[in-house]
């Protein structure tokens, strides 16, 4: 599975845009000619046709449920996503996917999950997306992967403010943890399994596990550099940039080739 995407893109770069707040404020326009991996609500993003992502990532197995807000968010999916845009999805829901006609006109890439395996500090886990990889519990962590395995060399990772103990909100009409994106929430259906109180003690502990495991890929990926364009992020295991540097450099480039 999956063999004859390794290192499709060798020695390449690209971007990975989250859904942080940050990225309404940055001109990702200029990124409309690059490698680019969006994430799961990124399909609302004003820019989104404009950037045309060359893949798109949805990886939570809670917006594959049958209910009708998890239906309507992957059709809303389906309906926006570009012909050609690679979609990366859970290997668990293929058969459903398929059943449902879902992406029919797109390549999609399962990634296969193996609920047994985590990322480990000896580092005896597999990232390669030709075989089980352990559970993702951020759906950045599948564009990384996967980018990693095209043999993508430089990955700049954009709206990614990893921020969620710091910007806890409940409220008395939704009383379950809110994440905070560049989007209104009343944008993003509101799916059940996304929508359930959790308690903060659990935000802490999987938020502890999404650091670790980007520390864990980095040492992973040692001759892959990664750089995080996210301002005010709390991922700081990657090295930060400016956007505008970065982005200039991307033009500069482009003039002095004509």
């Known amino acids: 599975m999956n063999q004859g995407l390794k290192d499709t893109h060798k020695g390449e770069r690209c971007f990975i ?11 990702i326009t200029l990124l409309k000619n690059e490698q680019t991996f ?14 045309h992502p060359k893949f798109f990532c949805i990886i939570d197995v809670a917006c594959f449920g049958e209910d009708k807000e998890s239906k ?45 395996s985590t990322f480990r500090e ?23 992967i ?18 969620w103990l710091a910007k806890r909100s409940c409220t008395p009409e939704a009383n379950y943890f809110q994440d905070q994106h560049f989007y209104e929430e009343d944008e993003f259906p509101k799916i059940p399994l ?3 109180f ?13 650091y670790k495991t980007h520390r864990l890929l980095k040492q992973k990926m040692p001759d892959v550099q990664i750089f995080n364009l996210t301002p005010g992020s709390y991922l700081d295991v ?15 480039n482009k003039d002095s080739h004509g």
């Open 17 to 27: 845009l989250g859904t942080g707040p940050s990225i309404k404020n940055q001109d």
């Open 38 to 51: 969006a994430v799961a609500g990124f399909y609302l993003h004003h820019d989104y046709d404009i950037i």
């Open 72 to 116: 309507k968010f992957i059709e809303n999916i389906a309906k926006k996503v570009h012909e050609d845009t690679s979609v990366i999805l859970p290997f668990s829901f293929k058969n459903a996917i398929e059943k449902r006609g879902l992406f029919a006109k797109n390549k999609k890439i399962y990634l296969s999950q193996n609920s047994r």
């Open 122 to 144: 000896n580092g005896h886990f597999n990232i390669d997306i030709d075989k089980q990889i352990p559970v993702l519990v951020n759906v950045v962590f599948s564009a990384m």
């Open 146 to 163: 996967t980018a990693n395995y095209m043999g993508f060399k430089t990955m700049y990772l954009l709206g990614v403010e990893h921020d």
């Open 194 to 196: 996304l929508t359930t």
């Open 198 to 210: 959790v308690p903060y003690e659990k935000i802490c502990i999987s938020a502890t596990l999404a």
């Open 238 to 252: 990657f090295p930060f940039q400016r956007y505008e540097d970065v982005a200039k450099g991307l033009n500069d």
